[in-house]
């Protein structure tokens, strides 16, 4: 196939592939009757030998729900991770769906439950299998390595899984290795990752519907505004927002750098979600947003991912109660999808122990 037909049909998959939903707009709760939801979701939780796992995009609620009741709030590999050295009968993912499948994937034998299972990811949606797969046939002699945020099927097709929080180490082994690389979907992220450690990739076109309305030229004014912030960039930005950054990294990562640095303010360019966990570790510093196309009109997500607002206390009490929205995964898939995951945690205990 020639570049010219590769770029065509890399232009005719980057067609819109799904709608992104506005924001959920949650009833309001009163602090009483939040109490009594938290309450009654603690009850079955420990009723049914549950355990909640929340991302740091999540709502607050849900992340101080999951601390209290001995659950976790973290990225995605924490997560996926957390999950298989839990002794839970369940899990309940509060997150968006590639990880209440990486949770079943990783242990079969537990049942797995979504507030929203329509609660999914641009990254997700915009990699279908089937032409991830026609993509990566052209390359036979290429390692396939494909972001967590992705379908059962198309991590099936991989060799290797990886989160933003151990993608540079494991591209930079691989590398090392002299292994040529298929990389998908997050094309920023790949990008990054390509600039930093120098391996040879072909990317998947896709893109974080959240990090990529980050603005450079807005970002650059605002660091004229608080010089001495330091500035905090997840890497499924644009490059020419990460460029601007003091600490690029998966979300663990930037709550650490807040925590970490002697910097009293920080910009940060990542889902807001994750401003209640870093208010947490750093209680007296002062947070700011980094700038998208604004708070009105145009912004489609202004910094908030919709699917990962599709979670709530509301929600999360309904499935405990009634067992709805059970994570399944083809058999198949599943036994086919956990060799990379696997792969990846594996690599992870490796880098600890070194
Ligand atoms: P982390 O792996 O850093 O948690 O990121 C997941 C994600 O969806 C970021 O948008
Ligand atoms: Fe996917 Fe972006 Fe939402 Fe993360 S923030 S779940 S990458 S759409």
């Known amino acids: 196939m020639s570049n010219a037909d590769t770029k065509n049909r890399l232009a005719a998959v980057s067609k819109p592939l799904f709608v992104i939903p506005s924001h959920p707009i949650w009833p309001e709760l009163s602090k009483k009757e939040e109490q009594q939801l938290k309450e009654r979701i603690a009850e079955l939780l420990e009723k049914q030998n549950g355990v909640l796992l929340a991302h740091y995009y999540t709502d607050a609620r849900l992340q101080d729900l999951a601390e209290a009741t001995g659950g976790c709030v973290a990225d995605s590999l924490e997560m996926a991770r957390f999950g298989t050295e839990h002794p839970a009968d369940t899990l309940i993912v509060a997150g968006v769906r ?43 002699d290429h390692t396939v390595v494909v972001y967590a945020n992705t379908s059962a099927a198309v991590k099936a097709r991989s060799d290797w899984v990886v989160t933003s929080g151990i993608a540079l180490p494991i591209i930079k082994h691989l590398s090392e290795n002299n292994k040529q690389i298929i990389w998908g979907p997050d094309k920023h992220l790949g990008s990054y990752v390509q600039r930093e450690t120098g391996a040879e990739m072909i990317f998947w076109p896709g893109s974080c519907i959240v990090h990529e309305e980050f603005r450079s030229i807005a970002l650059e004014r605002v660091r004229k505004l608080y010089p001495d912030a330091a500035v905090l960039v997840h890497p499924e930005s644009p490059e020419a927002v990460i460029s601007q950054a003091d600490v690029v990294g998966s979300t663990t990562a930037l709550i650490e750098a807040v925590a970490s640095l002697p910097n009293d303010a920080f910009i940060v360019a990542t889902d807001k979600g994750i401003f209640s966990k870093m208010k947490k570790v750093a209680p007296s510093k002062t947070l700011i947003e980094a700038p998208t196309e604004g708070e009105g009109a145009t912004c489609q997500s202004c910094a908030r991912c919709p699917w990962m607002g599709m979670n709530s206390l509301q929600n999360l009490l309904e499935v405990l109660e009634n067992g709805k929205n059970e994570v399944f995964v083809q058999a198949d898939l599943a036994a086919k999808a956990r060799i990379p995951i696997q792969r990846m945690l594996d690599f992870a205990q490796q880098m600890i122990k070194r």
């Open 98 to 140: 590639f990880m209440g499948e990486t949770s079943k994937i990783l242990n079969n034998e537990k049942r797995v439950l979504m507030p929203d299972l329509g609660a999914t990811c641009s990254l997700d949606e915009g990699c279908p299998a089937d032409q991830f797969s026609e993509f990566c046939d052209q390359y036979p």
